[in-house]
């Protein structure tokens, strides 16, 4: 067993001491998660987009023959929608649910830093009753001056909780293979 590692593991527990995680920027606040679930980051570009699709879902991408949905997490978060620009990025990540794992992209305003953090210095989200969510939140981690907000991405980003991600890979193929058909790709 390697000590110092960031696979390092407690005695203990299989739980590791230190995780790595990518931090991005959104409404001036930073968040992180954990840099296992990034597949990718990659610029802003036009996605295709799904009818009667709420707000926060910007559309698809074929990433390599996958088809990827692209959500804006500032408008998940309720924070203003803002025009894209060069620094804007999307955050492809694995996402892990009950029947599986699922490739979603985020959209943030940028891409901060990566951080090696210990589960010492995360502090739990503090109790905020039933009327704020905060199942999404991994924890609380201060890095100098700042405070960074971790997310738990499988739990921000369920699909069963957004019924209107449930039938977009279907749909957006069907929308693929028809524009491929018709030369429009």
């Not at 991005?24 to 009818?51: A, H, K, S």
């Not at 309720?78 to 490739?103: M, N, P, Q």
Request: include cysteine.
């Amino acid at each position: 067993m390697q000590t110092g590692s960031i696979n390092a593991m407690t005695e203990e527990s299989s739980e590791p001491l230190s995780q790595q995680y990518l931090t991005f920027i959104m409404n001036g606040e930073e968040y992180g998660v954990d840099i296992l679930c990034v597949q990718e980051i990659r610029g802003w570009e036009p996605v295709t987009p799904l009818p009667n699709a709420p707000s926060h879902i910007k559309g698809v991408i074929n990433l390599r023959g996958t088809i990827v949905p692209i959500v804006d997490l500032r408008q998940c978060f309720g924070l203003s929608a803002i025009t894209y620009s060069a620094i804007t990025v999307v955050i492809v990540l694995k996402v892990s649910h009950e029947e599986g794992c699922r490739i979603m992209g985020v959209v943030v305003d940028a891409v901060s830093d990566v951080y090696t953090l210990s589960k010492k210095e995360m502090k739990a989200p503090p109790n905020l009753g039933s009327t704020i969510e905060t199942e999404f939140i991994e924890g609380f981690v201060s890095v100098g001056q700042k405070m960074i907000v971790l997310l738990d991405i499988d739990k921000l980003l369920i699909v069963d909780e957004m019924p209107e991600l449930a039938g977009m890979n279907d749909l957006a193929i069907e929308k693929y293979n028809y524009d491929k058909d018709k030369n429009l790709l």
